[in-house]
């Protein structure tokens, strides 16, 4: 939790440029502070609405950062400018390239079988000298699993890493992190989504121009209209409604 944190429709955010949450980041990482950093989009403002328990652990996580440009464009309209937007696929990236020179060790944990490694490889080859502390995709239904969790747990301890990146999707990485980072005991712990997909070439990222101008969102919706469709032209769409809920408050 930083200074600059300001009231957000039904949340907080840590309103910091990248570069000033790259330092905060290190700093938890010197000092061996448990923390947990997520990058908050719409999706998760409107859950936050009904989703007490999510609500809670992003109100007690380390960083909450803005990701996604409506969330900017929300709070110009409020009248209180964030300084940047700062997503997960870039995050990541920007991260290992700081803990390749410093010998920072990182785990990937998440997404299919396989595919972890594989985004533990290219990160690997394009930041020479990167220390990959261990990476595991758990099977499906681990979360309800406790030996599963266990085995986790000890493996990530066992592991010393500095930094761990979990992609499981909205709120299981998020829940784990929270229920699990005082066992596990690694200083950064950061709830990604679809990142580790990205990373690994298995989704693809819009073009640099759709993202600058804050249609990311329409290009996923075009490549997977049977998983986005909901998500972004029904779900979403309730984010409408709490932004005059909470136009007084902010």
Not at 132 to 158: C, Q, R, V, W
Not at 174 to 192: G, T
Not at 217 to 246: A, E, N, Q, S
Request: proline share 5%.
């Amino acid at each position: 939790m930083t200074q600059n944190r300001k009231k957000f429709m039904n949340t907080y955010i840590d309103d910091l440029t990248l570069e000033e949450a790259v330092n905060h980041i290190e700093m938890c990482i010197q000092k061996r502070k448990i923390s947990h950093v997520i990058t908050l989009n719409v999706d998760q403002i409107v859950r936050m609405e009904w989703d007490k328990r999510f609500r809670k652990i992003c109100d007690t996580c380390e960083l909450l950062l803005v990701d996604g440009h409506p969330l900017l464009w929300i709070a110009k309209f409020y009248g209180m400018p964030f300084k940047q937007k700062i997503c997960g696929s870039d995050l990541v990236p920007i991260l290992c390239e700081l803990a390749a020179p410093k010998k920072y060790s990182v785990f990937f944990l998440g997404a299919a079988p396989g595919v972890a490694q594989l985004a533990a490889n290219i990160m690997a080859k394009k930041y020479p000298g990167l220390i990959i502390a261990g990476t595991y995709s758990p099977p499906l239904g681990f979360d309800k699993d406790e030996n599963e969790i266990k085995h986790i747990n000890e493996m990530l301890y066992a592991s010393q890493a500095d930094m761990l990146f979990v992609g499981m999707g909205v709120p299981k990485q998020d829940i784990f992190i929270h229920e699990n980072m005082n066992i596990y005991q690694i200083p950064v712990s950061f709830s990604i989504g679809g990142t580790i997909d990205f990373i690994a070439g298995k989704q693809g990222r819009a073009p640099k121009w759709m993202r600058k101008i804050g249609f990311e969102w329409l290009y996923r919706l075009i490549k997977d209209p049977r998983r986005m469709v909901k998500r972004y032209l029904v779900d979403d769409l309730k984010i409408i409604r709490l932004i005059f809920k909470y136009r007084k408050i902010n």
